[in-house]
């Protein structure tokens, strides 16, 4: 099993929603300093819920939302090659944020991913995750 899309929206410096296909092999992304290749590395450690904020260079979630699109929210979704459908939401409020997890488009908690990744041994392990075996591997150098 390997991810086969990526797709950001209002994330970090993702303004606009933005689909990142990932084929078979490997896929490398390149481009100049700050021009947000570690954000997609990123992202998808924050849609699989394997880092704290904190090991997302970020102090807390809601600096993940993009600071110049004026909405309040950020969104993360991963499709594997089994047609699962990972999600995640975070929203600003007045308080705080809330954060929505969903598994195949449903609601659901934080402890189901946790619970579906951990089957194909997706666990954390830092801020390179390099995810062993059938599972594509996501390495930044
Ligand atoms: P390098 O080659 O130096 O490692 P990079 O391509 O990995 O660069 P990133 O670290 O992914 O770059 O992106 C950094 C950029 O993301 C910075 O310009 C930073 O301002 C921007 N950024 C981070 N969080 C946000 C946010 N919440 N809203 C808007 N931009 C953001
Ligand atoms: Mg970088």
Request: charged fraction near 25%.
């Amino acid at each position: 099993m390997h991810i086969t899309e990526l797709e950001i929206d209002n994330f970090k410096s993702f303004t606009k929603k933005t689909k990142i296909p990932f084929f078979g092999g490997f896929t490398v992304i390149s481009g100049p300093n700050g021009s947000g290749k570690s954000n997609i590395i990123d992202s998808v450690l924050f849609v699989l819920a394997l880092s704290s904020s904190r090991s997302l260079r970020a102090e807390k979630l809601t600096d993940l939302i993009n600071l110049n699109s004026g909405r309040p929210t950020a969104e993360v979704s991963v499709t594997f090659s089994d047609g699962t459908k990972v999600r995640r939401r975070i929203k600003r409020t007045g308080t705080g944020y809330y954060s929505y997890n969903y598994l195949n488009e449903k609601v659901c908690k934080q402890s189901d991913v946790t619970d579906f990744l951990s089957k194909f041994g997706i666990k954390p392990h830092g801020y390179n995750v390099v995810m062993q075996g059938d599972i594509t591997r996501i390495i930044e150098m």
